[in-house]
């Protein structure tokens, strides 16, 4: 196997025209049709960097920031930022553009794991590293770096959290929250 790829060598720019069926009933675009496209584009960069079948393992908080209209054209760019021993977070970027104005407008910015699976074993597999070339590579890989770590942390903790939670007692802090418990 091929021991580093270049980031350049498995960035990808994908664009799609939102047609009247991507609408939602309030005549945008419905969100779930752009997170089905940045699922897309995060595969085809994982797997053109690991030359292997992947799978998505966590999304990170997607927000939207401007909503995407119907007949816009949206770009999405991805590009793998970092890689760990089988898994590798892919950062994708959207927009999306008004012709008949020439706008272009920032939709979200959201980074995917992918992990690399072996197609004999089907457990998790090796990928190659990156070669970074450029000072934002080195920083993406960096961010990259320290948002698996914190992730790692707040699974474990979620889990402990999970095995000592007391729900007799939090359930008398629910009295300030908004809802009414009739059980
Ligand atoms: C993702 C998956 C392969 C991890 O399997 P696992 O047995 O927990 O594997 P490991 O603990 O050895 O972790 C493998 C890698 O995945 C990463 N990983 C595991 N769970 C993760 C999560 N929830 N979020 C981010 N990364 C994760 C680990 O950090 C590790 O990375 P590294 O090898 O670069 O250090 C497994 O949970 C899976 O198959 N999930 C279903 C994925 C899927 O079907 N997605 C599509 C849903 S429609």
New binding site residues.
Partial sequence: MTQFRTVKSSQVVLKELMIPSYSNFGGKVHGGVILSLMDKIAYTAAASHSRQYC????VDSVNFVNPVEVGELVTLMASVNY??????EVGIKVYSEDFKHGINKHTNTSYF?M?A?DEHTR??A??PGLILEEDIEVQRFIWGKFR?RF??EY?EQFKALHHDLDITSETENLRDENCQISL
């Fill in positions: 799978v998505t393992a966590s890689v760990g021993r089988s898994s590798m794991t992990v699976i457990k998790p090796t990928v698996k992730k790692g699974r």
